[in-house]
């Protein structure tokens, strides 16, 4: 069965440090995959897009790659601020306009 | 505002009553979704509509659950007979749909539901 896996468990950094979260799936063939941020009592908010012919893609401190051989993408937030504490949720496409969503990863940026 | 809005935002009932949930997407977007989210768990597909075609029911868990979109725009996600185990945040998310595949989806903040 399809299968989206992130680390359940909260990841602690040092602020000004890099953050990387993964993001694994089985059993997909994403045409793209969107990630996400979500603070406590809110809705997620769109942060970046990636196409399987796209093996990397920016916007300012984040990076994501994507890697369709590995089955695996990587968001990354560099010189990361505790602002950036959230959850971070991976989403794949699953057949026309409709994702499926990961477990997604609470990022805590420590002062 | 432009964004998606949700009511109400909070819903306390008792177990057996129905509860409507309401959702106002952005305007002009043809696809509309619906999931739920447990207590420090990802979002659970319910069911999307995309402009005047059948929705996907796909995700919805049982027959208690159904859901209307009015006239291509809002939308209302109805639970009969409620019981515990429905108690979860209720999101709403719209999208461009098929008049550009590939957008990113718009989410409310939700309604949080709780059955006692």
């Known amino acids: 069965s399809q299968k989206i896996e992130q680390n359940s468990e909260a990841l602690n950094i040092q602020e000004g440090k890099t953050a990387t979260l993964t993001c694994n799936y089985t059993?997909?063939?994403?045409?793209?995959l969107q990630w996400y941020r979500q603070d406590p009592g809110r809705g997620p908010v769109f942060l970046l897009l990636?196409?399987?012919?796209?093996k990397e893609k920016r916007k300012e401190r984040l990076k994501v790659t994507f890697d369709t051989t590995l089955k695996q993408s990587l968001f990354h937030i560099t010189a990361s601020q505790p602002a950036d504490s959230a959850t971070y949720l991976c989403?794949?496409?699953?057949?026309?306009?409709?994702?499926?969503f990961g477990g997604g990863t609470r990022l805590m940026v420590k002062p | 505002g432009a964004g998606v809005s949700q009511s109400p935002s909070n819903k306390v009932t008792e177990k057996g009553k129905d509860v409507e949930l309401r959702c106002d997407p952005i305007s002009g977007h043809t696809a509309l979704y619906w999931y739920r989210q447990s207590l420090g768990q990802g979002l659970e597909f319910l069911i999307y509509?995309?402009?005047?075609?059948?929705?996907?029911k796909s995700g919805l868990p049982s027959d208690r659950f159904s859901a209307e979109r009015t006239g291509g725009s809002v939308s209302t996600l109805t639970i009969q007979r409620t019981q515990q185990e429905d108690s979860a945040v209720y999101l709403c998310?719209?999208?461009?749909?098929?008049?550009?595949?590939?957008?990113?989806?718009?989410f409310g903040d939700g309604t949080r539901l709780s059955i006692l």
């Open positions: 509509f995309q402009g005047n075609s059948a929705p996907d």
């Open positions: 998310a719209s999208s461009l749909g098929l008049r550009m595949p590939n957008q990113p989806q718009h």
């Open positions: 059993n997909y063939s994403p045409a793209y």
């Open positions: 990636i196409r399987e012919n796209e």
């Open positions: 989403a794949l496409d699953n057949a026309g306009n409709m994702l499926t």
